[in-house]
Nanobody, 122 residues
């Protein structure tokens, strides 16, 4: 199994910055895609950004130019640098991994972290 633990959330004023981290641990055989999703109250969970093990990235239109996703493959860690934060960025942010464990290296599975709260408010 693969475990994901997020950190870095908190309260920030509009225009401020936060950096989220997500570390993967456990019986990891490989990790393909790492991503960040968010869910605001009363809304569906949505993709914020994703990054492949080759470094290709994609972003939601709402965060392009403000958020940057990166990963450290040696540490099995993904980051989300969030700049110019807006109140509408307020949500619980979840880390997501498309990974394979040593228990079943032929089969990929999707894993989720427990989430970290980001609140943008003055």
């Amino acid at each position: 199994q693969v475990q994901l633990v997020e950190s870095g959330g908190g309260l920030v004023q509009p225009g401020g910055s936060l950096r989220l981290s997500c570390a993967a641990s456990g019986s990891i055989f490989s990790i393909n895609v790492l991503g960040w999703y968010r869910q605001a109250p009363g809304k569906q969970r949505e993709l914020v950004a994703g990054i492949t093990n080759g470094g290709s990235t994609n972003y939601a239109d709402s965060v392009k130019g403000r958020f940057t996703i990166s990963r450290d493959n040696a540490k099995n860690t993904v980051y989300l640098q969030m700049n110019s934060l807006k109140p509408e960025d307020t949500a619980v942010y979840y880390c997501n991994a498309d990974a394979r464990s040593f228990a079943d290296p032929a089969t990929g599975s999707v894993y989720w972290g427990q989430g970290t709260q980001v609140t943008v408010s003055s």
